[in-house]
C-alpha cells in the first residue's frame, strides 16, 4: 500500500473554506485516492474518490496533483459538523482490491 | 436502508466470558468487514468477507473469531479476551469488488475486564 502524510491536525473557522492536503508520493497507476472522514463517536464516512481528474460531490471537491504524488480535499464552507479526523486512503489494486488501510489522517478542528 | 447496524453498542465481558458483537446490512453489499479501533488510533482491518467467504485474515488472534452467516449478516464471537482487546469494533460493508462507498456502522465499544 502506498504511505501517506497528512497534517497531524488543522484548525478553519465557520463558513471558510478548508484545503486539507495528502502527500502520497509511492502511489501506484492504478490506485484511487479516497477520502474518509470520523466524526466524534461515529464510525468512518466515505467523503470522495477520485482516480486523475478533480471530482466533485455535495460533500467536498478533491484536486489530483498532475503527477498524483498529492491531493486535496477541498470543503468550500466548513461548518461545526465538519469537525472530524479525515483520513487519505490510496487504494492498492490487485491483491489489495477493495482493502481500505487507514493512516493517522487530520484532525480538523472547526472554530464557531 | 443505507446504514449498517451493529449491536450491542457497547459490551463489558469478563476474561472468561462468551461474547458475540452482531452486524447487520440491507444494502445488497457483498464485502463486510471488521476493524478495530484503539482510542486516538486509526481503524485497523481485521478481516474481510467477500460473498460469504473468508477473503482477508490480519493475523488476528484466534480468541476472534469471524462469521457470516449469510450476505446481510457478520458476527463476531469473542472468548477468552485481554484487557488490551478492549477497543471500538467496527463493521463496514461495500460492493465488491469496489474499494470505494464504504459504508461503516458506529461500532461497539468493548471493555475487557
Known amino acids: 500500500d502506498a504511505k501517506t502524510t497528512q497534517p497531524n491536525s488543522m484548525e478553519s473557522n465557520e463558513e471558510e473554506p478548508v484545503h486539507l492536503p495528502c502527500n502520497h508520493s509511492t502511489i501506484s497507476g492504478t490506485d484511487y485516492i479516497h477520502w474518509y472522514r470520523q466524526l466524534p463517536s461515529q464510525g468512518p464516512e466515505y467523503v470522495i474518490h477520485g482516480l486523475t481528474s478533480n471530482v466533485n460531490n455535495r460533500m467536498a471537491s478533491l484536486a489530483i496533483a498532475e503527477d498524483r504524488k498529492s491531493s486535496t480535499l477541498i470543503l468550500h464552507r466548513a461548518t461545526l459538523r465538519d469537525a472530524a479526523v479525515y483520513y487519505c486512503i490510496p487504494n492498492a489494486g490487485g491483491t489489495s482490491y477493495g482493502k481500505l488501510t487507514f493512516g493517522q489522517g487530520t484532525i480538523l478542528t472547526v472554530h464557531p | 436502508d443505507t446504514e449498517v447496524t451493529q449491536t450491542p453498542k457497547h459490551l463489558v465481558m469478563g476474561m472468561t466470558n462468551k461474547k458475540s458483537l452482531k452486524c447487520e446490512q440491507h444494502m445488497g453489499h457483498r464485502a463486510m468487514y471488521w476493524y478495530k479501533q484503539k482510542a486516538k488510533k486509526p481503524p485497523e482491518l481485521m478481516f474481510v468477507?467477500?460473498?460469504?467467504?473468508?477473503?482477508i485474515n490480519e493475523s488476528v488472534p484466534s480468541r476472534f473469531s469471524p462469521e457470516c452467516p449469510n450476505s446481510s449478516l457478520l458476527n463476531l464471537h469473542l472468548h477468552a479476551l485481554q484487557p488490551e482487546d478492549s477497543a471500538l469494533y467496527l463493521c463496514a460493508s461495500s460492493q465488491w469488488p469496489r474499494g470505494y462507498g464504504y459504508t461503516f456502522g458506529s461500532g461497539t465499544r468493548l471493555t475487557v475486564v
Open positions: 468477507y467477500s460473498y460469504e467467504k473468508l477473503s
